[in-house]
């Protein structure tokens, strides 16, 4: 597998500056984001361990920026990233990871259960390769309901080999769901590098078995990442999908914060550092004239106090009570929400 | 003011986590984002970055110390009043992780300068442990202790015991160079021509069958600062004593240094245990499973031999070989031992 190194740029689109500012500063709010819970969880504030996306901003971001808003998206253990690209508030994201009331879930997910229904986020689903039959059935769902929405279920390429992924694919191939399966392909799956578990290398091939479109994605190009999804979703919306998008992108930190992620190799790491999808991105929009570096720096620094603001208040935010156990355990029946 | 560091919550299964490394003396200033320490938890070492911009200015818990997640286990100084989150790390560009650069002057010199850093900070530190009356055992001394009670209580073992003139092999010895040839490289070259003649000895048992071990090789049970490790020589057969002797005398600098390299568990068919430097007589040995024998090996002493109803003196040495019951007969045992002496007895 070779690390894309070609310049971002625009083709044939025409972006509005706003537009393209926006997916850096949520590229940064995510990695500022991360590096900040990581500090969190070393000095003992934050419980659990946690699995973070330093280095795949752009396939969360890439990807949202495409959908509606009343689209949806199913995330994995790894989902800090998604959640704040689908829209979800430093706030209700950090609460959530003290374990407050006032999290995204009241406290009850944590790390690896984030997400908001309400702004198209079923809540993280930690099985690997367990979002892919659930985003078939919501595909299903807006089938039968002759809805307009689509899911995007994000899932890493650890999961590629999961009986769950034929099960989940094949059955929205043969009705044509309304789903985008975004791999995000990071190479290693915990551990274990994907060609020590996969004969071919390249994972958009597996949709030929399935009879729907692949296609293979720089992934920390977070244009590319847009077009691609935005295509796909517009195929979805025509009753011609679903697509499986592999997204080619690398995680900068451990699997989770207990793992020295040994494993990578000095050089290949460095490669990668050298494609970080928001430098990369901060190029492009420096020479197009969009930003310069002091804009950049102002970015940066407006996230992070941001980011510091939102931790002193989660600090203070109320714990989930006794009381609390048996709420949102059921949901009403289908004919109660009407 | 005052920063209160404490043990992150590394492991995976609540247990303590050991210091292995401070990478900074008290009285250095650290960067938030620089490694401060490294540490071995119940899964993997790892290195621990600081969580502020300080000085340090006390290590609570201290080289080989073991510290739970929570606990103290340093106190910095802190120029910002603020939480500890402020982010004020170095202006690195937005995707820049954080520095890997030790903070303690880089190791000097040889390759594994650093890693014997190591180990000489944790020997000086042993002697306060011993004093608190408990010994932390390192994860590597946790792995040995488990394989050597689950092999001495589920490998049904027997032992045969002899002794191989070791005359020929001092004067062979003695025609290299003698400081350089460790004994063992006799040992390891008799065993790995006998396996060649008694394949069933590079069988083990798995499964109601016996399986070939794929790995040729014979090991050598080697004992760092009170660690056992087995060293694995492989393809022996057609190696020299001395080639054998090199390269087990570089896996053992390797080993003392805390190379990870060496440490890493890897088969052989027999190993050879080799107690003669401790003035031990003759000693019967536990197999290291998956193994289907250990030779035990004495010291080299002058002992009387009749022969042609007369008593001379010559210098032999004891050896017991602990098979594994379920691989080979006693018979078999017998053959392979007797090829072993012949092997020893060339002169």
């Known amino acids: 597998m070779t690390v894309a190194t070609h310049n971002i740029d625009a083709g044939s689109v025409a972006y509005t500056p706003p537009f393209l500012l926006e997916l850096y500063r949520k590229m940064v709010v995510i990695r500022e984001f991360e590096d900040g819970v990581k500090f969190l969880f070393l000095e003992g504030s934050m419980p659990g361990t946690i699995h973070q996306c330093q280095g795949q901003e752009a396939t969360a971001v890439g990807v949202c920026a495409a959908l509606r808003g009343d689209d949806f998206i199913t995330s994995t253990f790894r989902g800090h990233g998604h959640a704040l690209a689908k829209g979800l508030t430093v706030n209700e994201l950090l609460f959530e990871l003290f374990g407050a009331s006032t999290g995204c879930c009241a406290g009850k997910g944590g790390s690896m259960h984030v997400g908001n229904m309400d702004k198209g986020m079923v809540p993280g689903i930690a099985i690997v390769a367990g979002g892919v039959p659930l985003a078939a059935g919501m595909g299903l769902a807006f089938k039968m309901q002759k809805s307009p929405q689509i899911v995007a279920c994000f899932f890493g390429d650890g999961a590629v080999a999961e009986g769950a992924f034929h099960e989940g694919i094949n059955l929205a191939a043969i009705w044509n769901l309304p789903v985008i399966f975004v791999c995000e392909n990071n190479l290693y799956g915990a551990s274990t590098r994907i060609d020590k578990v996969m004969k071919i290398p390249v994972v958009a091939e597996r949709a030929k078995s399935y009879g729907i479109r692949g296609q293979t994605v720089d992934g920390n190009d977070v244009l590319k990442v847009y077009e691609a999804t935005l295509h796909a979703a517009d195929e979805c919306r025509r009753g011609q999908g679903p697509v499986l998008l592999e997204l080619l992108t690398y995680r900068r930190t451990g699997h989770s914060r207990r793992d020295p992620c040994h494993y990578q190799p000095k050089d290949e790491r460095e490669q990668w550092a050298m494609h970080d999808p928001i430098d990369r991105f901060g190029k492009f929009l420096v020479q197009r004239g969009e930003i310069d570096e002091a804009g950049m720096q102002v970015i940066r620094t407006t996230v992070i106090s941001e980011f510091n603001a939102s931790v002193a208040e989660a600090r203070r935010q109320p714990m989930p009570t006794v009381g609390d156990l048996t709420t949102d355990v059921f949901a009403p029946a289908a004919e109660d929400r009407s | ?347």
């Open chain 2, 1 to 347: 003011m005052r920063f209160e560091m404490k043990m992150p919550d590394l492991a995976t299964t609540d247990s303590p986590v050991r210091v292995v490394r401070w990478m900074a003396a008290p009285g250095q200033s650290v960067r938030r984002g620089e490694p401060l320490l490294e540490v071995e938890t119940d899964k993997a070492t790892m290195d621990v970055e600081s969580v502020v911009n300080g000085v340090l200015t006390e290590i609570v818990t201290k080289l080989n110390e073991t510290a739970s997640a929570g606990e103290l286990i340093a106190v910095l100084e802190v120029a910002e009043s603020a939480v500890p989150v402020v982010a004020s790390t170095a202006p690195a560009s937005p995707g820049a992780s954080p520095a890997t650069a030790p903070i303690a002057p880089a190791p000097t010199g040889k390759p594994g300068g650093m890693f014997a850093r190591n180990r000489q900070s944790a020997q000086a530190a042993a002697v306060k442990i011993e004093a608190s009356g408990v010994i932390p055992l390192s994860v590597a001394s946790r792995t040995a202790a488990r394989r050597l009670q689950e092999s001495k209580q589920t490998v049904p073992h027997f032992y045969l015991q002899t002794s191989a003139n070791a005359e020929p092999m001092i004067a062979r010895r003695a025609a290299v160079a003698p400081q350089k040839l460790v004994w063992d490289a006799f040992f390891v070259l008799a065993v790995a021509k006998a396996i060649q003649k008694f394949e069933r000895m590079a069988y083990r048992f798995e499964a109601e069958q016996l399986v070939k071990q794929d790995a040729d090789a014979v090991g050598v049970a080697v004992d760092i600062d009170g660690e056992l490790y087995v060293v694995p020589i492989a393809a022996p057969a057609g190696k020299t004593p001395q080639q054998i002797s090199d390269e087990l005398q570089a896996a053992v600098r390797g080993l003392r240094d805390g190379d990870p390299q060496f440490k890493r568990l890897r088969p052989a068919r027999v190993t050879v245990s080799n107690l003669g430097s401790c003035n031990v007589e003759s000693f019967i040995p536990i197999i290291n499973p998956p193994e289907s024998a250990i030779l035990g090996v004495g010291k080299i002493m002058p002992t009387p031999v009749a022969k042609d109803m007369s008593v001379s003196v010559q210098q032999r040495v004891a050896l017991t070989l602990a098979v594994d019951h379920r691989v080979v007969s006693g018979r078999y045992a017998g053959d392979f031992l007797s090829a072993i002496v012949q092997e020893l007895e060339l002169s």
